[in-house]
């Protein structure tokens, strides 16, 4: 009986001591990136509840705000995905960042095989600043 408790409130402790190590990527951070229109800007708007990120990305080359879905932290990393809608299409937008203090390096795929996506030409990383 002893084993499964302390088992148990092993694991808990765990949980926890993984959410305080968590980075706090609470708040707002804008990005820069380029492609062959031009420069745009970046908007990521996040809100943490333990390893649960919610939050929004405004894309000004796309503008509008868009949903991030199944926002993950864990540790350092962070990863959620957006859905974009071009024309009647649906695309798929994973993302997947790396935090360092107030800078998060971002990877990005595109599911389908576009951009970033297997035998597609790598997406540009897209450094995030936190907005002061």
């Not at 706090?24 to 990005?31: E, F, N, R, S």
């Not at 879905?69 to 864990?74: R, T, V, W």
């Given at each position: 009986?002893?084993?499964?408790?302390?088992?148990?409130?092993?694991?808990?402790?765990?949980?926890?001591?993984?959410?305080?190590?968590?980075?706090?990527?609470?708040?707002?951070w804008?990005?820069?990136?380029?492609?062959?229109?031009?420069?745009?800007?970046?908007t990521?708007?996040?809100?943490?509840?333990?390893?649960?990120?919610?939050?929004?990305?405004?894309?000004?080359?796309?503008?509008?705000?868009?949903?991030?879905?199944?926002?993950?932290?864990?540790?350092?990393?962070l990863?959620?995905?957006?859905?974009?809608?071009?024309?009647e299409?649906?695309?798929?937008?994973?993302?997947?960042?790396?935090?360092?203090?107030?800078?998060?390096?971002?990877?990005?795929?595109?599911?389908?095989?576009?951009?970033?996506?297997?035998?597609?030409?790598?997406?540009?990383?897209?450094?995030?600043?936190?907005?002061?």
């Amino acid at each position: 009986m002893k084993g499964k408790i302390f088992s148990s409130g092993s694991v808990v402790l765990l949980v926890l001591l993984a959410s305080a190590w968590a980075a706090d990527v609470t708040g707002k951070w804008i990005g820069r990136s380029s492609s062959e229109q031009g420069d745009f800007e970046i908007t990521l708007v996040f809100k943490v509840d333990g390893t649960k990120v919610t939050g929004t990305l405004d894309n000004s080359q796309m503008p509008g705000e868009v949903v991030i879905n199944e926002g993950k932290l864990n540790g350092d990393e962070l990863s959620f995905f957006i859905v974009r809608k071009m024309g009647e299409t649906e695309m798929k937008v994973v993302w997947k960042g790396k935090i360092a203090g107030d800078e998060i390096r971002f990877t990005r795929e595109i599911q389908g095989g576009m951009m970033g996506g297997p035998g597609a030409p790598a997406a540009p990383e897209i450094i995030a600043k936190r907005a002061k």
